[in-house]
């Protein structure tokens, strides 16, 4: 199956839809059959759920880099950094692999641009 991003202002994803790879022969012939199938001149690129090209499965509320042509996801928080590689957000701290108890684990906490242990 191939999947479909539909681009809204910004180039922000608004609608991920699957159509058949019988339809889909290349990225221009799926984007034809959307816009046919819906009466639209819409802008859709084509995403990999398995992450095979533009870095990552685009979701709603992802961004489209024309640039980097990749799908970026949402910055969870403003201190987070965009690895270029991956194309997603990484804390500016390492998350520490300190096991903890049972109950316990780690959350961010953008106040003080650090990692705190939480207890369920």
């Known amino acids: 199956m191939a999947h479909f991003a539909k681009l809204g202002?910004?180039?922000?994803?608004?609608?991920?839809?699957v159509i058949?790879?019988?339809i889909a022969i290349t990225e221009q012939a799926g984007v034809d059959f959307i816009n046919k199938l819906y009466n639209t001149r819409n802008v859709w690129k084509q995403t990999s759920?398995?992450?095979n090209f533009r870095k990552n499965y685009a979701g709603i509320g992802y961004q489209y880099d024309q640039t980097?042509?990749?799908?970026i996801?949402?910055?969870?928080?403003?201190?987070w950094i965009l690895d270029e590689d991956t194309c997603n957000w990484e804390s500016p701290v390492t998350m520490?692999?300190?096991q903890l108890e049972d109950n316990q684990y780690y959350s961010w906490n953008e106040s003080i641009?650090?990692?705190e242990i939480k207890t369920r």
């Open 9 to 17: 202002t910004g180039n922000i994803v608004e609608q991920v839809i």
């Open 113 to 115: 641009i650090n990692w």
């Open 20 to 22: 058949s790879n019988d």
């Open 96 to 98: 520490p692999t300190t």
């Open 49 to 51: 759920y398995n992450n």
């Open 68 to 71: 980097r042509d990749a799908f």
């Open 73 to 79: 996801p949402p910055k969870p928080f403003n201190s």
